[in-house]
């Protein structure tokens, strides 16, 4: 029961990471001007970015270790 709980929580996670993902971009296109627009990439959604892939990526490995054969030993020793 517990590794669909900790699955379902990964699912909103990563929705919620796509959804900044997708609000970062937009807030970056909407500049009126290019030079601000490579200001805002550089300084905001290249940083934003990284951060929610590596979470994204955390999240899909979270995932691939409490599915595994093992991953019920895992949960069960913490």
Known sequence: MLQFGISLL???VCAGGVAVLALVLA???????PDVRRQR???LVLPVASAVLALLLG????LLLI???QGAELL???
């Open 10 to 12: 990964m699912v909103l």
């Open 76 to 78: 069960a020793s913490r």
């Open 59 to 62: 999240a899909v490995f979270l």
């Open 27 to 33: 807030w970056q296109e909407r500049a009126a001007a």
């Open 41 to 43: 990439l550089v300084v």
């Open 67 to 69: 599915w595994s054969p």
